[in-house]
């Protein structure tokens, strides 16, 4: 009896921890090292300031139990938040690997979501409540609100939380309570999948057959509005002056973001190659495709500074360093590039693909890899006694 009730008291135990609740000390407390939505900024970048310098070492893994979508983990203070296809968002410490905690939201998560004064936005792609806002430090919902499914990710401005949805609806709405600030809806047929940006101060939305609009944040109007040759479903970024959009037709656009002109376009001779979401840091502009290659553009006239051709093709957005571009392939490989010249120097084979963004913190790289594993590096150049600031 005394060996049955020791048992029960032991798996109790387990199933406590691992139903532990998504909880975030201190989440409100924003660090410039923190990593709070896909792409570091809202103009998507894919771009960390410090070095990341290969050789990388593998510290721990962890098991999220369900695939991942083409979303981005987050870092927030000594925590890594991934969310999956089965609709749970995993809290895992930054230090040791270990489940920090987690929430099941109900529907799958595809679009990544975002963090904004340590409450937390979760986009849904199913189901009738769509979007979620979480207190991480409560652990506990906030709000929530109804509509049509959205796959991309979230936009968030001060004052304003923006989605757009697989109906053609792009929604500001009141962070503190999800009341509508104001909506605007595309033109009838078309969804969004990219995540919108933010570029020269209008809110940038491109749909599922190659339409862009830019709004004004405030009010949802309408500043100007292109039509692309081809349909946009990979996440794009934007500089300061300037959009840069992949398609899936071989074309990539440099769009004016004040006016929509076209700065530059590149086409290439072939049409069936789907170009992947970009990363941009200064003038250089790298993305990968499906035919293998990594290509570097100068962002200001799109002319080609540097092609590497890889065994696999590439769907995630490389991350990129003063120093470094990396990449995550179909064929399980994470690469180090050299910035300058597109020379391979380091690569690191993973147990399954790689499709979603990375996220980057003082020399250390989070890498989600198929079917359900959360990879944390670090680069050589840091002591191994440090693993968080």
């Known amino acids: 009896m005394t060996h049955r009730i020791a048992f029960f008291v032991f798996a109790l135990a387990v199933l406590l921890a691992g139903c532990r609740a998504l909880q975030v000390d201190r989440a409100a407390v924003v660090s410039a090292d923190d990593w709070l939505t896909e792409g570091a900024t809202p103009e998507r970048t894919h771009a960390y300031p410090g070095p990341v310098a290969p050789p990388l070492q593998e510290l721990w893994d962890y098991n999220a139990g369900a695939g991942f979508g083409a979303v981005s983990p987050l870092i927030v203070g000594e925590t890594v938040l991934v969310a999956t296809r089965k609709g749970e968002v995993h809290a895992i410490d930054l230090a040791t690997g270990r489940k920090a905690g987690m929430n099941d939201f109900g529907e799958a998560v595809e679009g990544t979501p975002v963090v904004q004064s340590g409450t937390l936005y979760v986009p849904l792609a199913w189901g009738r409540r769509v979007l979620y806002a979480y207190d991480l430090a409560l652990g506990r919902t906030r709000w929530r609100v109804e509509g049509d499914p959205i796959q991309a990710g979230v936009l968030a401005l001060p004052g304003a939380i923006v989605v757009a949805d697989a109906g053609g609806h792009v929604r500001a709405l009141a962070p503190a309570d999800g009341s509508e600030r104001w909506a605007h809806a595309l033109e009838e047929g078309r969804g969004v999948v990219a995540t919108p940006v933010l570029a020269g101060g209008r809110i940038l939305v491109a749909d599922d057959q190659g339409g862009v609009a830019a709004l004004d944040p405030g009010s949802g109007t309408l500043g100007w509005a292109r039509q692309l040759d081809a349909p946009v479903y990979a996440a794009f970024t934007a500089g300061a002056e300037a959009a840069y959009l992949p398609t899936t037709r071989g074309r990539f656009y440099a769009l004016d973001a004040a006016t929509g002109a076209v700065r530059w376009r ?55 360093t003063p120093e470094w571009v990396y990449v995550g392939t179909m064929g399980r490989e994470l690469l180090a590039l050299r910035r300058n010249d597109g020379e391979v120097r380091w690569q690191y084979t993973l147990r399954g693909r790689i499709k979603s963004a990375m996220a980057a913190r003082e020399g250390h790289l989070v890498v989600l890899a198929e079917p359900r594993f959360v990879h944390y590096f670090k680069s050589a150049s840091v002591p191994d006694d440090v693993a968080t600031r």
């Open 266 to 320: 590149l086409a290439l001779p072939d049409t069936t190659v789907h170009l992947g979401p970009p990363a941009l840091q200064g003038d250089l502009l790298v993305f990968g495709a499906s035919d293998g290659v990594v290509r570097a553009l100068d962002a200001t006239t799109g002319a080609v500074v540097w092609a590497t051709r890889l065994p696999d093709a590439l769907t995630a957005p490389p991350l990129i």
